[in-house]
């Protein structure tokens, strides 16, 4: 990585120092990448030690069954210890540019935010490209959200407030199951949770052009996402595909927008954000400076890291709170 490209000096200074000893991984080889970013987590794991929320929750993985269908979806549960029901429940999709990532790459970050938020969490290990290309990785984010709101009473969860969110590509799922919920008459999430999102495969937007590379993300990452999840058809004009090709988002579920400053993907969540805002969607977008994509997830000892936990466990409350 040579200094024009690291941008160390527009990051914070506490993250700057982590973001050294991160390994970078490409996704231009789906196999290779999921090696290579599951040992990137095992890394981060191992510098940033135990999560002090891990004896307070309880996890269990189980499968369902998605009606009408007869394939099997793999979830982890997570209940902090005392929780009180029927629980709100956050159902989240974990990040890893579509074709990496599992249920391990974000727990300890859902351990945090399930003991934070006081809430139940379901994460969905949902199929992957190029294996299962859209809508596959889609459809299962939706078909475990309608699970969870069909079986909360046995599950001990309250159907009336169910939140969906997700990171990076994750991110771009919960956007998508949002959309999905209305359109389809489904369940009716409180919130969407959408952190540093992908949204945009055009790749052309001003933060592309500023940070086309640093030490978390190269754009010939978001080209080979966007290739393997699309199956090569770049281009799209379906919003469930890409979601920035959405023109009406009037009655989609309120949402809360995160994005980071020395972030390629940074301009499309703002537009995004603005988007839902113009069509009546109540939204909080909050722009972390000095952040790079994945920053909480990767550095969640740093104070703005934190400082990203604390706001995200606020917003869900206060949706849950609300219903």
């Given at each position: 990585m040579t200094s024009n490209t690291d941008f160390s000096d527009r990051l914070d200074a506490e993250l700057a120092r982590a973001a050294r000893l991160q390994p970078y991984v490409a996704f231009a080889d789906p196999l290779g990448s999921r090696r290579n970013f599951a040992r990137s987590v095992k890394i981060s794991r191992a510098l940033?030690?135990?999560v002090p929320a891990a004896a307070s929750v309880r996890t269990e993985?189980?499968?369902f069954t998605v009606p009408g269908d007869g394939r099997e979806i793999g979830v982890r549960v997570y209940r902090p210890e005392g929780l009180r029901e029927p629980a709100p429940v956050l159902v989240y999709f974990h990040g890893g540019a579509f074709v990496a990532g599992?249920?391990?790459t974000e727990h300890d970050r859902l351990l945090s935010l399930a003991l934070e938020t006081?809430?139940?969490i379901v994460s969905v290990d949902?199929?992957?490209p190029p294996e299962a290309p859209f809508p596959a990785p889609a459809e299962d984010c939706y078909a475990a959200v309608c699970w969870v709101a069909a079986e909360a009473a046995p599950l001990g969860l309250d159907a009336e407030r169910i939140a969906i969110g997700g990171?990076?590509?994750g991110g771009t799922l919960a956007a998508v199951t949002a959309m999905m919920c209305r359109d389809r008459q489904g369940p009716t999430p409180v919130l969407q949770l959408l952190l540093y999102p992908a949204l945009d495969d055009a790749l052309d937007s001003r933060s592309f052009r500023r940070y086309p590379r640093t030490s978390a993300?190269?754009?010939e990452d978001s080209h080979h996402m966007w290739?393997?999840?699309l199956g090569g058809a770049l281009g799209t004009d379906d919003p469930y595909a890409v979601p920035a090709r959405q023109v009406d988002f009037t009655g989609v579920a309120p949402a809360y927008v995160l994005v980071a400053e020395v972030d390629a993907l940074r301009d499309e969540g703002i537009e995004y954000a603005a988007n839902m805002l113009r069509d009546g969607v109540s939204v909080e977008l909050h722009h972390f400076a000095g952040a790079f994509h994945g920053f909480d997830a990767a550095v969640p000892h740093a104070e703005l890291s934190r400082r990203a936990l604390a706001e995200q466990s606020a917003a869900l409350r206060r949706a849950f709170a609300a219903h």
């Open positions: 940033r030690g135990p993985d189980t499968r599992d249920l391990d006081d809430c139940a949902y199929r992957r990171s990076s590509a993300w190269h754009i290739r393997h999840y």
